[in-house]
Structures are given as structure tokens and as C-alpha cells.
């Protein structure tokens, strides 16, 4: 086995770095002057370790994981240290292209001195990064439990900023859904969305900005997940849905397919056919406890931490050795 390392990240993604931070090396955490970053009030391992950014001048570590372009210039600047000449870079790309698509260039296109770590392969597909190195991980995801009880006759959603993000998050699809059965929308800045789809507010309710593993107790009293992104590169609450025991029913969009497999739920790009399935699951929530329950098993085997902890260690062993 390859030796732990010492890896700077800064925290971006909360869902990606909840499973991401479970591994077995240790990682430091930026925390800037007004407090900003770090573990905060998160529940993780003893070995993520928050570092204020005026320390970091003075703090080892072997390798770093960016998620955001200018964080190459934040190393330079907080650590003295130039990523992918004086410490290896592996550069996490969450998302998908948003313009020029299918012919998107990659920022970090023809670069020698870093690798891009995909979530998907959707995501390496059709980003255009010439020469770089790339690997694809796709999700991990944390087992908080089995939360199906879908007393509520009602489907969920988790949308963040579904008004202002529109088309790109279906947020648009979300009053034919309604039409079905009534959404509850989790996320941020939901408040608004019924107005904006001109729905009644008891069809489609904005129902606050919960975090794990609330949240999925919560999803879990409702009788089914919908997902109607149509361009995000695999929404993390889809697969968290499903690892909580949900039933899902998704758009056709991305990487959904990889994910949802027959028998857990439902996937197309026929909302007639979407529509109908929410149908099914609200009428019958034994429909969906059985369904839900595929999901699980599903979810644990294909995105459980175990393979992702493996993935990201064979990767780093590679890369930074």
C-alpha cells in the first residue's frame, strides 16, 4: 500500500468533499481571515484538518487538489509554492462545458504539469483537454442509512437556486411534475419558484436548505426523488437519494443512465413517461419501498466510499509518486 499523504483542498463541494475527506490521508483545509472554509460544524474524521491561511506559508504537505481555476493562484500566493512545478496538481472538474458545446476547450487544456480528475465520464467526454493527463472518479457517496418511509404522497426535489439556474437545473419541468403530485424543492433560494413556474404555492413549496443526513430523512418521507436536471454533470442528490433508500425518476440528461439502472426507478427523456412513473410511486408507496430498495443496493455497490477511497488512492499513488 501506498504511503498516506498530506493534501490541501480547499472545501467547495460539500457533497463531494464529505466523501472525499474519509479516506486515510490527511487534509488540510484553508481557512481565511474572516473564518471562511475549513470543517466548520461538519461531522468529519480527525484527520481533516482546518489551517488558516496565513499558516499555510508554513505547513508541509505533498500535494494539492483544486477545484476552481483560481485556486492555482491562491497556492502560489498563501504558500510560496507553484502548483505543478514545485507540488503535484490534481485538478477536480465537477462540471460540465457551459458554452461552445461539443466543441468546449478546457481552460486547462494542453497542460504538462497537472492531471484533471473527471466525476464523470460524461464530463471527459466532452470536454475537449487535448494533452492532459485524465482520469475519471466518479462519486462517493457517505451512507447515512435508509430513510424511505414515504408517508407523504408527495415528491421531492433538491435544487439549488432553481429560479436563477432555470433550464440548466429543469427547474422549468418542475410545474408539469406538480401537475401529478405536489414537489417539495430543498435547496437554496427556492422561495419564488411557484410564482415563477405560475403554479399555486401548495403544488410546488420551496422547503428550506437542509444539510445531510437530514436532508435525506426528510426527501425519504416523500414517495419519490425527481430529477429534472438537464446539464449538470451528475447531481450528488440524485445518488444520495438513492443510497438513502428513495426511489428516483430522472431526466434523461448527462450521466443519469450510468446511474439509474432498471428497477430502481425511472430515466427518459419522455416527460410523459417521467409523469407517469412519479404517478405510479405516489399511487403505490409499496411500489416504491421495493424500488427504493433496489436503489440502495445499487447506490452502495457502484458509488459506495469504498470504491471511491480506491480510485482516488490508486490515482494519488500514480500521480504524486
Known amino acids: 500500500m501506498s504511503r498516506a499523504l498530506r493534501l490541501l483542498v480547499w472545501q467547495v463541494h460539500g457533497g463531494w468533499m464529505d466523501a472525499f475527506v474519509r479516506g486515510r490521508h490527511t487534509y488540510l483545509l484553508p481557512v481565511d481571515a474572516a473564518g471562511e472554509g475549513g470543517v466548520g460544524a461538519r461531522d468529519w474524521p480527525q484527520n481533516v484538518v482546518d489551517v488558516p491561511e496565513a499558516d499555510l506559508a508554513d505547513t508541509p504537505f505533498d500535494a494539492v487538489v483544486l477545484q476552481r481555476l483560481e485556486e492555482f493562484d491562491l497556492v502560489e500566493r498563501l504558500t510560496g509554492r507553484r502548483p505543478g512545478v514545485d507540488v503535484p ?48 472518479i466518479e462519486h462517493g457517496v457517505v451512507d447515512y442509512g435508509n430513510h424511505f418511509t414515504g408517508e407523504l404522497p408527495r415528491a421531492a426535489a ?94 434523461d440528461a448527462t450521466d443519469a443512465r450510468r446511474a439509474v439502472v432498471p428497477g430502481v426507478g425511472a430515466v427518459s427523456t419522455d416527460l410523459a413517461e417521467l409523469h407517469d412513473a412519479v404517478r405510479a410511486f405516489v399511487d403505490d408507496p409499496s411500489r416504491g419501498q421495493e424500488a427504493g430498495a433496489r436503489a440502495r443496493e445499487w447506490a452502495l455497490e457502484r458509488f459506495g466510499l469504498s470504491r471511491f477511497q480506491s480510485d482516488w488512492d490508486a490515482l494519488l499513488a500514480h500521480w504524486v509518486a
Not at 461552445?100 to 492531471?115: E, K
Not at 480528475?117 to 487535448?130: K, Y
Request: proline share 6%; aromatic share 8%; hydrophobic share 45%.
Open 89 to 136: 496538481v490534481v485538478f477536480v472538474e465537477h462540471n460540465t462545458p457551459q458554452e461552445g458545446v461539443p466543441n468546449s476547450r478546457h481552460p486547462l487544456a494542453d497542460r504538462a504539469d497537472l492531471l484533471i480528475a473527471h466525476v464523470t465520464h460524461f464530463n471527459a467526454l466532452f470536454w475537449d483537454t487535448g494533452s492532459t493527463r485524465t482520469r475519471v
Open 158 to 251: 433538491v435544487i439549488n437556486e432553481p429560479v436563477r439556474r432555470w433550464r440548466v437545473t429543469g427547474s422549468d419541468l418542475l410545474g408539469g411534475f406538480s401537475a401529478v403530485a405536489p414537489v417539495d424543492v430543498f435547496g437554496m433560494q427556492a422561495d419564488g419558484l411557484a410564482q415563477a413556474l405560475g403554479v399555486g404555492a401548495d403544488r410546488v413549496v420551496a422547503a428550506g436548505d437542509i444539510e445531510a443526513p437530514r436532508l435525506f430523512a426528510e426527501v425519504g418521507r416523500r414517495r419519490v426523488y425527481v430529477h429534472p436536471n438537464r446539464w449538470t454533470s451528475l447531481g450528488l442528490a440524485l445518488l444520495e437519494s438513492m443510497t438513502a433508500g428513495i426511489p428516483v425518476v430522472a431526466l
